[in-house]
């Protein structure tokens, strides 16, 4: 099983940018992948959900409205278009998989998820 996230890298405040996470090794349309993210001396925390089984997604209250994600399931790839960047966005993006459904409240539950990637970091200039 393998998770690779990329497409980290640095931008100006207001600025946009595409994460991508492409698995291997697990059957793509049975799992929900997350992303989560983790600043530095602060907790990892969720960022936004799909789940590839029939594409419904989460996304935390400080991204709704500029980040979405999405799913190519003929590609094994998820992707987290991030828009209207802030500072605050500045982290180690990390992508996970979840075997099980989830819901409302265990998206957002780390250890929920089976599998992760390494992360990818995404710095936010004002």
């Known amino acids: 099983v393998q998770l690779q996230a990329s497409g980290g890298g640095s931008v100006q405040s207001g600025g946009s940018l595409r994460l991508s996470c492409a698995a291997s090794?697990?059957?793509?349309?049975?799992?929900?992948i997350g992303w989560f993210r983790q600043a530095p001396g602060k907790k990892r925390e969720a960022v936004s959900c799909i789940a590839n089984s029939d594409g419904s997604t989460y996304y935390a209250d400080f991204v709704k409205g500029r980040f979405t994600i999405s799913s190519d399931n003929a590609k094994n790839t998820v992707y987290l278009q991030m828009n209207s960047l802030k500072p605050e966005d500045t982290a180690v993006y990390y992508c996970?998989?979840?075997?099980?459904?989830?819901?409302?409240?265990?998206?957002?539950?780390?250890?929920?998820?089976?599998?992760w990637g390494q992360g990818t970091l995404v710095t936010v200039s004002s």
């Open positions: 090794g697990f059957t793509f349309e049975d799992y929900t």
């Open positions: 996970a998989a979840d075997r099980s459904p989830v819901g409302s409240i265990s998206w957002a539950l780390d250890f929920e998820y089976d599998y």
